[in-house]
């Protein structure tokens, strides 16, 4: 498994459900976990662990509000740690994009944007990241790159007949 | 040690200076000790075990940015964890206060107002705390909070000659 | 009553169901009453007198927009307060987070996250106050914090399950 | 003394210096009194015992961060009262202005704007609503605003002579 | 009318509900326009000086976004002029309150909360206001918070009941 | 005078100094006048008035704090208005910038960046609008244009010398 | 086509309705296009060439999140380019406000409000900029503004016959 | 060269030392060249595709206010793109990180903290990244990572004797 996404609740699958489609989508092998920085440090640690040695590349951390959970797997890997802060309560993800975003000298987390778009490209960086060494991805990605853009000029066809 | 103070880097001593005299002033045991929850994650945990093992009642982090030590700290023991948010870059301590107070449901951490007022506050609600089982802080805290008010009667005076 | 839980209105009677839940799972002898920083300042300062006299040992307050609930419950005892921003208007409880927080040197109040997650997080760390003197409560709160973590277990069996 | 302003700490004097030269000119009699809404709650409360009786009509209440002394005043007193938040720490006086502005129903503070221009500002107030029973200050009021004006445009011929 | 009302639109009406109810309740005399700072400018200034004439003492202006009518209101008059800031679209009434209340020196707006609860308020202060002159509003005021103060001791009582 | 900028107070002068030098290097008259929506109201609108009639074709506004001099100008003329927020106090310019760009349906501000950035793109705003009807303004558009980027090539092999 | 407007999603139709309906009752001939500047970079580009070869005056974009369709645009063109900062997912459009209006010296955007209302004033403040070369629209524009303050004044008389 | 870093301006080459710095540690090839989303977007969009062609695997754009440089970069490549938000002017970089990470879907910009930290950690990320296919690479960022927690205890033990 290429890349180990974790998750800090069950009600978080809905927004990595894109993200999911995405590694599917580029054949990434995955894993999906249920862990919390805060509610089960050790079974967060012992999950990095175990996706080191089972070959996990990349780590994505999906977390909410005071949103430790990427900077703890930061703390425990050198490999790239790829965090989304979720939209959740009145701060609309303000507070979980500063918890994941401001960490300090040494102990980078790669930061997508809020809630689910941000969960869909962090899928997408993972692939990238895992492109540096897989040619075949990197076709793949430009394939993609290519369709992006072609949606958008059928989008604008569709627009301007519905006008 | 009654109370464990841990802060993210030397630099931090300035900030706790206040707290550590208030806790001096109330006879108060502590340690302060210097820690990261990222770039020693592993010297954190063992610092919250020791000090369990020698009697800690209550722990705080101070750190600043995303700042998890209070959460991390929180994430291993069942003692109470105060927050200190220190305020540093161009977001003024917010990005600190929305990491360290937004806790998610189960390890809360409680948490005090920015920079060196709010450390020194935490010293005061740790003698708070520890005053539930100890009937001469409370008195030492009676009468500490009789001196703030009649230094607020002192300074209206000093005011009043002044204009 | 070792706690005693002030809210601004019937209507935050929601936000602290979770608080008394869990204030009742550790058998923890509560009062609640409702009382207004603004409209009921004298009633305020009579219930902090009456809860003190009464043996409470930690306070919680729960109030939205200035809330200066827990600022004025602190101003009147040396108990430790604990202070829970509602998050309400368009502000999303930046303004009660605020008002709570930051209280001036002197007078702390243990602030926790916006809403029902800090409602509830104010009971625990409650607990984890009285456990202070209170060996069996520590314990219950040992056994808590171990259901937190496989809760989080379960709830990741089950995600995997239902992929 | 038809005015009686309440600032946190000696070192607001600078902060309301202009202010006070504001209610010189128009020659409202006023008393400028240091005190807290959390560190001297009881005197805060007897100070607007006082100044009722007295024949206080207006009271201004500057304060930073958690500024509650506002609210605490106008939660006793029925007279106009005007809150001015101080910008201090990192948070620029937001905490200030939102703790002093977003109060419950039935309780108003005359919220103005942050620093020495609102508490500039407040003195101006307080002469406006003074004026509702006094027709030499309205007089006084026009003149006044007759110079703000006169000001603006010699401003400007001095900014054209420079270019 | 001794309260001229301004709101920016039609819609503002539900915002002043008990804005009105309050001066009713009071027996304040008041006039509601609607009228705005950027589409009838002229209109506006024209009202402000029409209420002059026929003896308005306070206006209160209710406006959303860049908020501007208190400001534009306040330029034209000596008369104390109090702003509430609608709460409307993403921002969440942050852009009103920060256009309302950080008025340049000489020309303060007394600024209230956002939305209905500050436009309740808005008219609580003109009655207080107009209490400077009026002792039958005084003692109304006082009456009036004598039930604020009792409606939260009723509250508590049903709270407690519920339980 | 093509260009009328208006400021708030001889202070912004040095905000719009290059502004100014903007206006000048591309051979546009205009005029600088200090004027105030709230401390000069007539001025202002009387100002606006004189610049149509002298055929101004675009307004400058700069401002800070409740910055509404765009919005008053805006409310009086239908000439292009391009608002300027002004970064002072605590809240660093988001006052002034929401202050200006939110304005109602109806009158547009073209609202520029804080500062003194803000500023000197405001006079290159109102260049590119008189362009619509001066082809020699536009060919001086192209040539400013490929200057910025020859100049950031230049920027970019001296940092590599000193390297 | 006087006016090309950059809508990054067929979802954004809604958004620019109004802004469609008043250029064709100012009878301005424009074009509407979907694309972004991040998925579709090139045929961004190309639209802006193609515009200004068919004599497009003024484009418009339309974006949300980090809103940068209207600094690629303005990247291109010398042409006044007016950003709209739409409101989507948490931050209720700060991040697209903020991304739209903080251009760097030498590339300004003109920014709307956020929102519908936004887009409208960028149609209107499109036909304010085509009417420094066309008295007609110039025309239209005063017998707008002037429908605008009779439709105030309307208003104000159905609120004044509701009550 | 590995990795490309482009800066807006030569005074952001402050903002970048230890970044560099850090890439000569790890024996990583870099270029630095300056260029702007805006000022030369030509420019910037053919150093992507030189970067490709010359076998850059991450780049790192570092950009301040509306911080498009990293999304303009993603807009043009595959590989993964890494922003960092400079901290400037009043808003203190919050403009900056929101154009920053807000990238829509399909075009994913791994956004680092503000400022020297945040530049700091792209250079670490950037060596996290390469490590994926350097087995090299991942040995020095172990022992990289030894070093940071043994340095921490160096700074405890500092603090300690100089208490």
Redesign the interface.
């Known amino acids: 498994m290429d890349v180990m996404i974790l998750?800090?609740?069950?009600s978080d699958?809905e927004i990595v459900k894109?993200a999911l489609d995405t590694l599917k989508a580029f054949d990434v092998p995955f894993a999906?976990?249920?862990?919390?920085?805060?509610?089960?440090?050790?079974?967060t640690?012992e999950l990095v662990r175990r996706g080191e040695a089972e070959g996990t590349?990349v780590f994505i951390a999906v977390a909410g509000?005071?949103a430790?959970l990427g900077?703890?797997v930061?703390?425990?890997t050198?490999?790239?740690v790829?965090g989304v802060p979720v939209?959740s309560?009145?701060?609309?993800?303000?507070?979980?994009?500063?918890?994941?975003?401001?960490?300090?000298?040494?102990?980078?987390?790669?930061?997508?944007?809020?809630?689910k778009?941000g969960a869909?490209?962090?899928a997408?960086?993972a692939v990238?990241?895992?492109?540096?060494?897989n040619a075949g991805l990197?076709r793949k990605?430009?394939e993609?790159?290519g369709r992006?853009?072609a949606?958008?000029?059928a989008?604008?066809e569709?627009?301007?007949q519905?006008?």
């Open positions: 998750i800090g609740s069950p699958q894109d999906l976990e249920v862990t919390s920085a805060h509610r089960s440090p050790d079974r640690v590349e509000k005071a430790h900077g703890v930061a703390a425990h050198t490999r790239p790829i939209e309560g009145g701060l609309g993800g303000l507070d979980a994009l500063l918890s994941t975003v401001q960490m300090p000298r040494g102990v980078p987390v790669a930061t997508m944007g809020t809630g778009t869909a490209n962090a997408l960086l990238q990241i895992l492109a540096v060494k990197r990605l430009a993609f790159k992006l853009a949606q958008v000029e989008d604008s569709k627009v301007k519905g006008q």
